[in-house]
């Protein structure tokens, strides 16, 4: 089976109703970065990180996966499809793709504040101050803030260098590791962009699709599938 290698940002799932970061009215024009997604915000207010994505989480359950989730977990039926995400969120999951590698972890998980690879399902939306790891230390989000390493960066970059088709969906490529992705992908490999606002990538073989999510990713799915007689 050939394997489809797809890196997802924040604008897949905008039209499930959760906000990117950098779009107007994005994530980021609410919040500083600093204040709420740095492990010196953690030092200087735990409270305040924690409410902010409890907040965050329950956005997250409430939203549903949208036409672009489901399209590209169809895609498993005729491909060998990895989907490399930046997204926190766990829509993929539940549109029923089998293959998901988080690079900024998910929230409805939680982690040890003193040992990252210690992490735990949350059950709800809320996971409270007080609540600790089986080291007893408090738990946190298991999300890569800024400044933080990314653990599956190493296995991102080697996943996309044995690409067949890659496709990128609904990111800016502002932030790296993630962005520096896309030059791990052989250059004869075609690479597909599907955004509104489509990113510059100096490469060759890209075909840019400039749709939203839902309208772009399930055309090229169909042209994949083979269903377009
Ligand atoms: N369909 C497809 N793409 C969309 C849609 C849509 N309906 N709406 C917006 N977009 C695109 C925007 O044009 C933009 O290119 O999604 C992208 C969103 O970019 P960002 O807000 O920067 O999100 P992302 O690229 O995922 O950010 C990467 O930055 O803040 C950190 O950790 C955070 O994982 C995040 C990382």
Redesign the pocket.
């Known amino acids: 089976m050939k394997r489809v290698v797809v890196l997802t ?4 799932s ?2 499930s109703g959760l906000k ?4 107007s009215d ?3 024009e609410g919040y500083n ?1 600093e204040d709420v ?1 740095t492990p010196e915000a953690w030092e200087r207010d735990p409270a305040l990180v924690q409410d902010f994505y409890n907040q965050r989480r329950k956005s997250v359950l409430a939203a549903e996966p949208n036409a ?1 989730h489901f399209a590209l977990a169809k895609l498993e039926e005729r491909y060998d499809v990895i989907i490399i995400t ?3 969120d766990d829509l993929h999951e539940r549109a029923g793709s089998t293959k998901v590698v988080h690079l ?1 972890g998910i929230i409805t998980r939680s982690q040890s504040s003193v040992k990252a690879s210690l992490t735990y399902p949350i059950d709800g939306w809320e996971l409270k101050m007080g609540e600790t790891c089986e080291l007893g230390s408090q738990l946190r989000a298991h999300v ?1 803030w800024f400044g933080e390493a990314v653990p599956m960066i190493e296995t991102a970059a080697q996943i996309c260098s044995q690409a067949d088709v890659f496709i990128l ?7 790296y590791p ?1 962005a520096g992705l896309i030059n791990y992908v052989p250059r004869d490999v075609t690479k597909y962009i ?4 489509l ?1 510059t990538v100096g490469n060759k073989r890209v075909i840019e699709m400039p ?4 309208i ?1 990713v399930p055309m090229l799915v169909d042209e994949l599938m083979g269903n377009n007689k």
């Open positions: 940002g924040a604008g897949i905008a039209e990117t970061f950098r779009d994005g994530l980021w970065i997604a672009a930046q997204n926190i900024h890569v969906v609904g990111t800016s490529l502002a932030v993630a599907i955004d509104p606002n990113p749709y939203k999510a839902t772009g």
